[in-house]
């Protein structure tokens, strides 16, 4: 259980960051 939550701790900041580059993208392509 404790290794599952470790586990989907790395996952969710690794999907937030996915999410932060992909929207500094979007910025980007806007200006």
Known sequence: ML???M???K???ET???F???KVDM???EK
């Open 3 to 5: 290794f599952f939550c």
């Open 7 to 9: 586990y989907t701790e």
């Open 11 to 13: 996952s969710s900041l």
């Open 16 to 18: 937030a960051g996915f």
């Open 20 to 22: 932060i580059y992909k």
């Open 27 to 29: 910025m980007k392509i």
